[in-house]
């Protein structure tokens, strides 16, 4: 493809990133910025990061609404859950190494989780744990839904 020459990170992105990739092909590194490769690299780096917070913080509020309101358990909710585990399972497959700060990451989400839950259950945020009783295990557990 032919991408604008002239392309420059804040004028045109998206030809930027083209042309960035053909010069590395060609190996023509000193026309190459380095450092904003760099810093979108790290943003890649971050965005993963970022999606698996959110994937955790959907797949919690989903198993709160599940064990604090029973009364209106749905197959849609039962879906959401089962297609966040999936996602979440797909996503550490692709970036395992973000297993070294899961524990972390789960703990992030499950602030966001309590306010979404009570946000969509009308529940007091103090009804729910402060803090999230589930394991890493029993989240990701494809058979698990709390009682």
């Known amino acids: 493809m032919n991408h604008q020459t002239n392309a420059t990170y804040k004028g045109d992105f998206y030809a930027w990133l083209y042309k960035s990739a053909e010069l590395l092909r060609r190996r023509q590194f000193s026309e190459l910025d380095l450092e904003q490769i760099a810093e979108e690299l790290e943003g890649m780096a971050r965005s993963d990061k970022r999606q ?50 899961i524990e972390q990451k789960l703990a992030d989400a499950y602030e966001i989780a309590v306010l979404s839950a009570a946000n969509e259950t009308g529940l007091d945020e103090d009804y729910l744990p402060e803090s999230c009783e589930y394991t890493l295990d029993e989240v990701l557990n494809s058979g698990f839904y709390p009682d």
């Not at 064990?67 to 585990?85: D, G, L, N, V």
């Open 52 to 101: 698996l917070i959110n994937r955790f913080a959907v797949l919690l509020a989903h198993l709160l609404k599940w064990q604090y309101q029973s009364e209106k358990r749905s197959k849609s909710w039962e879906r959401t859950i089962k297609e966040q585990r999936k996602r979440i399972s797909l996503l550490l497959e692709d970036s395992p190494s973000l297993r070294h700060e």
